[in-house]
């Protein structure tokens, strides 16, 4: 058996080499400056567990192809899902009608393109289908874990998703590349009761993992306490102040504010156009010099990792942010030929039926000196924020906000009680200059991250170290 | 298709199964971009997949495909069929009752064919006619995140075990534009758009293009506001979301779970009796329509809250066995999973103070224009987000503010709304007029 990239569609479709050539030639006849074809099959399952019993239980096939021309600043795209000779050509000819009057772009040969690394080395064919009992059992024991947690909790609902998504990446230039990526993840919700009152517990994590990953890295016994101690804690929360405050934000998720407040703003799509809050900031300060932030694609099995992009290029560890220096952006295929530079493998789309763009893939700040209780007790009045919910961010003026699930006032140095209904709101460009302490407990999410942007969604890592920020607003009611 | 749709049911009886369900979609699209009076993007597709749900008993299983083509069809029948086999049973479980099933008839104008008719160079003009108004509006209009028209059309079948077939072709297009301005060396940006069934039934361009260009500019300059409690207006697009809120609360399925804050309110007041909050799946023309709902049973009207009181939840079968209630005809789903819930047109009825009105009897407060962020907890009814918008201040919009948050509790926000506007907008499926809601605090400075 060969290990062509083209090897899946052509077995299953017979997508053939020369075909490719065809398409990516009618894709660039009437001119453009490049072309390419995006080919995905993504088989996926999922369980839903609620009330002890599975409610739902689902399976499915998603194939298609996009063919997308680029001319200047201008994309023609077009998607099918018919992978048929006829249907493919059809949707080149109407991505070529974008470039009519452009030069002609010569096509080269096509060349196998490996990744050159292997970030998530299960046996990937069979992730997409490795059989409902072992996904039924994962939920049925998270839901286990949830309810002996605390006599408390009411209500449990699991969920469990997975995928194996095959791409196939062929371009004008010659690129020809393929990857298989997997995706799990197991998720939790737990509700707790008591005088009437009702609080909810959220908790989730998983990567381009196998199934092992479950009995070994994080169990569903874990997640199912987690969303349960959640739940019971808030309970005891009490109405969160409002107003500015210091805030302490905990280790691992909470790097959310960094991919709202700083990881959009550094965007290239957003930078060339001159409509980010960082625009024209390369090489100025823009965070304390305790900062450094940096993009990684290559970390092994996390959610936001790849072998390659979803234009074919490889991920790579970019430096965004160096002891508080902007030093560079995020940048997908079209932006880096309209900006010259090169990509950073972050050209990224939900599907086939996208076109794609620059995303982040895993968002992180290093480690820093600080002892956590140390940054605990410098603080006289503020926030501790240990889980969130989502975020937001407008990347024109960089506001930004997210809202926690689980935090807690910080009195005299000490924690002292959860409060609830926490929503934190600044300003990009500020945020990062006002940390003032920084941990040494960098740690990054348990994968369950997903980015949002133009309707599109892809998976993404966040994380942190424990961190200080000297003035936040805090939305709260009190 | 439909013969598709019926072979599949037929087919999964034929296989063991005692009910089923087919699903199948298919439709096109035509989206274009253009920024700063340039082509960025033009985009055509067409698209199809099928979904089907078969029950074995109590025991359900669902599966897609967007190949359908009959040996994929075939391949995804039996793993339904495998899926309900290994799932449990669920007493609950099942299609709608044989005499729930219907469709509302008479044209409810859901499909215009010119939609079809645009051609990208003429989706490009209407693009570029709304940006070049917003710029034009005023200097300091200096950079855009572009304008974007899209257009398409589906077509949806569904068929069951139970002799149901139903057919509904829908059309919808949509212009937006979103400016940016500069003032001072600092940006600040907003949008508008129009969305309707086909082409004629748009706002102009050049309509869209000014009120964007008005919203975007009237944020320039923005300060923070400062800690308190305060009334705060929301305007329709703002109240639009509060809806949604209600909408998450009033769903059976969030009810039957008790994650709803409205869980067992049902026959309660539990608003002011100013507010009627009606869900309307088969007004004629609208966003959210259909002649039947995605289990195959008729779409109505439903009052919510009727003078302050919740008159009914909004459900699908299964939701409403679980509640010991009858459907109202709001399944929803998408092929991944079985049906849930969704409205199908959700509008809070007008009252009689103009916007204006409401305004002037404002000391000091907040004219809401934007929220942003998700924290909204539909358990606890919880609500904090973050906000921008307009300083009111002695009855007038004074200046614009941002960078705040506006924090309170969705069950007593219900009792706390001291005005309705007369302003009724509608504009997709979730339709308000202007809001006032006393006693909201504010996080700012």
């Known amino acids: 058996m060969s290990n062509a990239p083209t090897d899946f569609f052509a077995r299953h479709y017979g997508v053939s080499p020369t075909d490719l050539e065809r398409y990516l030639a009618a894709a660039l006849a009437r001119g453009g400056d490049f072309a390419d074809l995006y080919f995905e099959h993504q088989a996926s399952s999922s369980l839903r567990l609620e009330e002890g019993i599975i409610k739902s239980a689902s399976q499915g096939i998603s194939l298609g192809v996009g063919v997308r021309v680029l001319s200047g600043e201008r994309t023609g795209y077009a998607y099918t899902d018919d992978l048929s000779p006829e249907k493919i050509l059809r949707a080149a000819a109407t991505a070529a009608h974008i470039a009519s009057g452009a030069t002609a772009t010569h096509i080269v040969g096509l060349s196998d393109t490996p990744p050159g690394r292997n970030l998530y080395p299960v046996a990937a064919a069979a992730a997409g289908d490795t059989g409902m009992l072992g996904k039924l059992a994962l939920v049925r024991r998270a839901e286990r874990a949830a309810r002996e947690h605390d006599a408390r909790i009411v209500q449990v609902q699991v969920g469990y998703a997975d995928e194996l998504r095959q791409i196939l990446v062929v371009a004008s230039d010659g690129r020809c590349s393929a990857d298989a990526q997997p995706m799990a993840r197991l998720s939790v919700l737990a509700l707790a009761r008591e005088n009437g009152v009702t609080e909810k517990g959220h908790s989730g994590g998983g990567g381009r993992v196998a199934l092992e990953f479950f009995d070994e890295v994080l169990t569903p016994e874990a997640l199912g306490e987690q969303a349960a101690r959640e739940a019971v804690q808030q309970l005891a929360a009490r109405p969160c102040p409002a107003g500015e405050m210091e805030v302490v934000l905990g280790p691992g998720w909470p790097g959310i504010l960094l991919h709202e407040a700083i990881g959009h703003g550094l965007e290239a799509d957003f930078n060339r156009k001159k409509t980010s809050a960082f625009s024209g900031l390369l090489g100025q300060r823009v965070a304390s010099e305790k900062c450094t932030v940096v993009d990684n694609g290559t970390l092994p099995g996390r959610r936001g990792s790849l072998n390659m992009d979803d234009e074919g290029a490889p991920t790579h560890c970019t430096t965004l942010i160096e002891n508080g220096i902007l030093k560079n952006y995020m940048q997908d295929e079209l932006s880096a030929r309209l900006t010259g530079a090169a990509s950073t493998g972050n050209g990224r789309r939900e599907s086939y039926a996208h076109m794609p763009m620059p995303r982040m893939t895993n968002t992180y700040m290093l480690a820093g000196n600080d002892e956590p209780a140390d940054i605990i007790r410098s603080v006289r009045r503020g926030l501790y924020a240990v889980n969130f919910g989502g975020g937001q961010v407008d990347i024109t003026n960089g506001k930004f906000v997210f809202s926690a699930s689980e935090s807690y006032l910080i009195e005299d140095g000490k924690i002292t009680a959860p409060v609830k209904g926490a929503t934190l709101i600044g300003n990009g460009p500020d945020v990062l200059t006002r940390v003032s302490m920084v941990g040494n407990d960098l740690k990054l999410d348990q994968g369950i991250g997903t980015c949002g942007k133009d309707g599109q969604s892809v998976p993404v890592g966040v994380g942190i170290p424990t961190l200080k920020v000297d003035r936040l607003t805090v939305g709260g009611t009190q | ?445």
């Open chain 2, 1 to 445: 298709m439909k013969d598709l749709a019926e072979r599949v049911v037929a087919e999964a009886a034929r296989r063991g199964a005692t009910a089923a369900e087919c699903v199948i979609r298919y439709g096109r699209e035509l989206s274009v971009n253009v920024r700063l009076g340039e082509v960025e993007s033009i985009k055509q597709a067409e698209g199809k997949a099928l979904g089907i749900r078969i029950f074995k008993g109590q025991q359900a299983g669902v599966t897609h495909s967007s190949d359908l083509a009959w040996p994929a069809v075939s391949a995804m029948l039996d793993a339904a069929l495998a899926i309900a086999e290994a799932s449990s049973p669920d007493p609950f479980a099942g299609l709608p009752r044989a005499e729930d099933l219907g469709r509302r008839e008479g044209d409810l104008q859901l499909y215009d064919p010119a939609v079809l008719a645009v051609t990208a160079d003429e989706a490009l003009d209407l693009a570029r006619r709304a940006e070049r108004a917003a710029l034009a509006c005023d200097a300091r209009l200096t950079n855009s995140n572009g304008a974007s028209f899209d257009a398409g059309e589906g077509t949806k079948i569904l068929a069951n075990s139970l002799g149901f077939v139903g057919e509904v072709r829908r059309s919808s297009c949509s212009l937006s534009v979103a400016p940016i301005a500069e003032q001072n060396g600092a940006k600040q940006r907003d949008y508008w758009y129009a969305v309707a069934r086909g082409p004629s039934d748009l706002e102009p361009p050049e309509t869209v293009g000014r009120r964007a260009a008005e919203r975007t500019l009237r944020r320039l300059g923005a300060r923070k506001a400062a800690t308190g409690r305060y009334p705060v207006v929301f305007e329709p697009k703002t109240a639009r979301s509060l809806l949604g809120h209600i909408l998450e609360a009033v769903s059976g399925e969030a009810v039957y779970r008790e994650a709803s804050f409205l869980t067992g309110a049902l026959g309660r007041e539990v608003a002011v009796p100013a507010l009627t909050l009606v869900d309307d799946g088969c007004q004629p023309a609208a966003l959210g329509s259909a002649p039947f709902d995605a289990e195959g049973v008729p779409t109505r009207r439903t009052v919510i809250l009727g003078e302050g009181r919740l008159q009914s939840y909004l459900l699908n079968s299964y939701a409403a066995r679980k509640l010991n209630l009858a459907t109202t005809g709001n399944a929803a789903r998408g092929l991944a999973a079985a049906p849930g819930v969704s409205c199908g047109n959700l509008t809070m009825e007008p009252g009689k103070q103009s916007p204006e009105e409401i305004i002037a009897a404002i000391p000091q407060g907040l004219y809401v224009t934007e929220l942003i962020g998700f924290g909204v907890n539909a358990v606890t009814g919880d609500y904090s987000r973050g906000a921008s918008g307009l300083w009111i201040e002695n009855g007038q919009l004074a200046y614009p503010v941002e960078e705040i948050t506006v924090a309170g509790n969705l069950k007593e926000m219900l009792r706390q709304v001291a005005a309705i506007g007369n302003d009724l907008e509608f504009r997709g499926a979730v339709n308000a007029p202007t809001i006032r809601i006393d006693g909201l605090t504010i996080a700012g400075r």
